[in-house]
């Protein structure tokens, strides 16, 4: 679910409140000097949820560099009070955690090249970046593809719900063809990763830049936001689990996933705007489709269903070998010797994810669990 284009206005306004915001577009390893040297940032210019929004994508970007800068070996302990006093006080207008989500990295963080142009990877930008040159374009771009191409399934699961409402068995059934097109799609569009992002350059370079701190062995007491609290604070870093999608297609085709998994995504809520957090308790509350389904006695409705869940366990499959290569094969790769230009490989999180989860383990879970969920008819 893309969030409306940022145009180049919008993010020179919003840069505004900083001192030297041009800095920023481009995070280098002179960040940590250069925010240490600003003045205490004041937000009452910003006006309105979309500056808001820039706002928190930039003061997240500056967080990241900030910690991460030298690496995991020693990261920043505390974050000063003029970064960590603008950035809470945004976050906590938003509704926000104090840190880089996915709503920052992916969903605010692109612009066309050409304003009358496609919403294609050729035609966009992105607003600010970590080191990693073309392969962090490239992870941004497509991660925010991907969700373009879940927009479809998000409108073909309010129309089912409605269906179900009505009822109308011909709607429902058109609405989940539409749904199992969407998550095809998104499969497809996310295969696009192996042209525009390299392995070694994601896992040794970008990936640090996303964790946060907490679950993470590298920074085990959390961050000091100076001004803001006495102890230290824990969030996790950013993840595709802060994705309201398929939490929305989880919710809607009824899967449930292991206490374990459910409770980490359960907390990934927590790090998604609220107005997308309280579109999946909607559909949560939305009269049951897997019931539905089950009571029609209707062969091409269990069918339709299976469908959608069956191309929901190949996304998450296909999500797993993604995973193989940009983390295991990549961080098998960086133990025998690094490529001099490359940063040491991030040794604390090597099999786990940015949001600090043991990431193959979850992954599979729950593509097993949604495997469960496909319906067997009686008899």
């Not at 097109?181 to 990936?207: A, E, W």
């Not at 359960?266 to 389904?293: G, W």
């Amino acid at each position: 679910m893309v969030c409306p284009e940022f145009v180049p206005s919008d993010v020179q306004m919003c840069l505004q409140f900083l001192p030297s915001g041009a800095f920023v577009v481009s995070l280098t390893s002179a960040v940590k000097l250069q925010t240490l040297a600003m003045p205490l940032l004041s937000c009452q210019f910003l006006k309105g949820h979309r500056e808001q929004r820039l706002a928190h994508l930039v003061l997240s970007f500056l967080t990241m560099g900030y910690v991460w800068q030298e690496g995991e070996a020693q990261p920043a302990e505390v974050l000063p009070r003029n970064l960590a006093l603008p950035f809470v006080e945004v976050s906590r207008n938003l509704g926000l955690p104090p840190i880089l989500v996915h709503s920052d990295l992916v969903l605010t963080n692109w612009t066309k090249k050409d304003p009358d142009g496609f919403l294609e990877i050729g035609n966009l930008e992105t607003i600010i970046s970590f080191p990693g040159g073309e392969s962090l374009h490239g992870f941004i771009l497509v991660t925010a593809l991907v969700e373009k191409a879940a927009v479809p399934g998000i409108k073909a699961l309010v129309q089912a719900v409605n269906a179900i409402l009505q009822p109308n068995q011909e709607a429902l059934l058109q609405a989940l063809q539409r749904l199992r097109l969407s998550i095809q799609d998104i499969t497809k569009t996310l295969g696009q990763m192996h042209n525009h992002v390299d392995p070694d350059i994601f896992y040794s370079v970008i990936r640090i830049f996303l964790s946060g701190w907490k679950d993470n062995p590298a920074m085990p007491a959390g961050l000091m936001y100076e001004g803001v609290s006495k102890e230290p604070l824990k969030y996790s870093g950013g993840s595709a689990a802060q994705s309201t999608v398929l939490h929305a297609f989880d919710e809607f085709l009824g899967i449930r996933h292991s206490k374990e998994s459910a409770d980490f995504l359960y907390r990934m809520r927590d790090y998604m705007p609220p107005s997308h957090k309280a579109f999946i308790e909607d559909i949560h509350s939305a009269p049951s489709l897997r019931d539905y389904v089950l009571s029609s006695g209707q062969d091409h409705l269990l069918t339709a269903y299976n469908q959608c869940v069956q191309a929901l366990v190949d996304l998450r499959s296909y999500h797993i070998t993604m995973v193989t290569r940009y983390l295991i094969t990549a961080a098998a790769k960086a133990k025998h010797g690094k490529p001099n230009h490359l940063p040491g490989p991030p040794q604390a999180l090597e099999d786990r994810g940015t949001g600090g989860t043991a990431v193959m383990s979850f992954l599979k879970s729950v593509r097993d669990k949604t495997l469960e969920s496909i319906l067997h008819p009686h008899g």
